[in-house]
């Protein structure tokens, strides 16, 4: 009765009634769990849920046709925990994670195969990013979700005062004034996609402890004129700046998924080159501050990575894989390029990662580099806290001699902007500076041929690109307004040259 209450759809189920001549109703994956629940009291005809064939398990919905998945949910492919976000809206993102992490979901192939494979314990485990074929069928241990449910049954008593851990998901409500800001940060907008500067600081996806995040807001902040809200494409970390851009169509974004898996899968091909004539498809630069100076000027990093879980299961970490063989280690490559030397011992680069992996620019500069990027205390506590008694060091010895010395004039003055390199404690200084993607306008009218479920990446390479440029956070500005005025005219021109961006762009 308690799983009943906490997670109606998950108590209540019913096997999905399409076949492959049949659609799955876009009601089946809303992701507000009282609009789920309200449809469902609704149809009592028809019904789309689940059907609990063992004790032991709670059985998912079949993964729909290629074409429904791309109609409904705005892509061609489906990985294992979105499908369990979609499904289960009421489980925060924490909690399905932790049910990865736990092993406690599994996946059948065929949906004829459900009774026999439950109950002989034939279930294959599945990982988070699995990609689901049509048919198949997730698998969650009942005594996991169970679990949940009584913790969050135990949380209900600890009154307002009390700490309450965010097992399930929260429902944030932008106000007007969230809307007029999230519309503030709109670079570029048209009939197919939607691209903003995301601020540091907002979450992309809402989560345990997340307030407000971008999710929340593509509805009331971005849908404008649409009666559907535009979808998210990509991701970027929570204090990563920069260039996003979203789908404003379930064609659009289907298109943009596409391309985005097409980059990496050509920079992992054994006979992809990495090189700036490979795929003219979507590319990013960043720029980023780092601890310390390369060796060379401009490098490749070829450093595969793999997740490793931390603190009992609590939480996880990305690190370079040594054994690249391994089954978990997924190939990443970055191209990097000095730009300049900042003050106290970082460095400016230009980041290009050929591959779109989690972390993948802080761990291959922390890691592969041994130079961590300002700000990112995850991936480099140690070195942040040498830095900073160096800097502090380094102060002391120069106010030492000022005070001595004769006074001299036109000496530079350093503004403390809050989470710049000259504060106690930098923000994170990894900015998402560049986006080049090709034209959706001009990519449906070339009616680009599918190869196994993919837009063919030679269509891509014929398509002219749109170029948008992202101007730098306050406080990585503010780190930017060190270099001398000569080298960020020259660096900044060089940068708008190469890329074909007409017109100035500030910082």
Not at 146 to 163: C, H, L, N, P
Not at 286 to 291: M, T
Not at 372 to 378: N, R, S, T
Request: hydrophobic content about 35%; proline content about 5%.
């Amino acid at each position: 009765m308690l799983l009943a209450r906490r997670f109606p759809l998950l108590h209540r189920p019913r096997q999905l009634a399409f076949s492959s001549s049949q659609s799955l109703s876009t009601d089946a994956l809303l992701l507000d769990s009282e609009l789920l629940i309200k449809k469902e009291e609704e149809a009592t005809t028809a019904e789309a849920t689940l059907t609990d064939y063992s004790a032991n398990w709670v059985i998912l919905p079949p993964v729909p046709r290629v074409k429904e998945l791309a109609r409904v949910v705005g892509q061609s492919e489906l990985t294992a925990i979105k499908w369990i976000t979609r499904c289960c809206p009421e489980i925060s993102h924490t909690s399905i994670e932790k049910l990865f992490r736990t092993r406690q979901v599994r996946v059948c192939s065929s949906e004829s195969k459900q009774m026999e494979e439950a109950n002989g314990a034939k279930l294959k485990r599945v990982t988070r990013k699995d990609v689901l074929p049509e048919g198949s069928i997730l698998y969650l241990k009942r005594f996991a979700v169970q679990q949940i449910a009584d913790k969050v049954e135990a949380t209900d008593a600890v009154d307002d005062g009390g700490r309450k851990p965010s097992l399930m998901r929260r429902i944030y409500k932008p106000t007007q004034d969230d809307i007029e800001w999230a519309r503030e940060l709109v670079l570029h907008l048209d009939d197919h996609i939607i691209a903003i500067n995301k601020p540091m600081g907002l979450s992309v996806q809402g989560g345990s402890g997340v307030g407000r995040s971008l999710d929340d807001l593509l509805g009331p902040a971005y849908s404008f004129d649409y009666d559907d809200p535009p979808k998210l494409v990509h991701r970027l970390d929570k204090d990563t700046s920069g260039i996003m851009v979203i789908g404003r169509t379930q064609e659009s974004t289907a298109l943009l998924h596409d391309m985005f898996r097409v980059k990496t899968a050509s920079a992992t091909s054994s006979d992809h080159k990495h090189s700036e004539d490979g795929i003219r498809g979507i590319k990013r630069k960043y720029f980023a501050l780092v601890i310390g100076t390369p060796n060379k000027r401009k490098g490749r990093i070829v450093a595969p990575l793999r997740k490793i879980v931390l603190d009992s299961g609590t939480s996880e970490a990305i690190v370079v894989a040594h054994d690249s063989n391994a089954e978990d280690a997924l190939e990443a490559v970055t191209e990097y390029r000095v730009l300049g030397s900042s003050l106290n011992g970082c460095t400016w680069l230009e980041l290009h990662p050929y591959t779109g992996r989690k972390h993948q620019l802080r761990v291959h500069c922390a890691q592969a580099l041994g130079m961590p990027i300002l700000g990112d205390y995850k991936y480099g506590r140690q070195v942040h806290e040498r830095w900073l008694n160096e800097v502090k060091e380094d102060v002391n010895s120069t106010e030492e001699q000022q005070n001595t010395a004769p006074k001299r004039r036109n000496l530079p003055i350093v503004t403390d902007v809050k989470g710049s390199v000259t504060s106690e404690r930098p923000f994170l200084h990894l900015h998402s500076r560049l986006l080049a993607i090709p034209k959706i306008r001009e990519l449906k009218k070339k009616k680009p041929k599918m190869v196994n479920g993919q837009v063919s990446k030679e269509k891509i390479a014929f398509v002219d690109s749109l170029r948008l440029l992202a101007p730098l956070p306050p406080h990585m500005k503010a780190s930017w307004n060190l270099l001398p005025p000569t080298m960020k005219k020259e660096l900044h021109q060089q940068f708008v040259e190469k890329l074909g961006i007409k017109g100035e762009c500030k910082n």
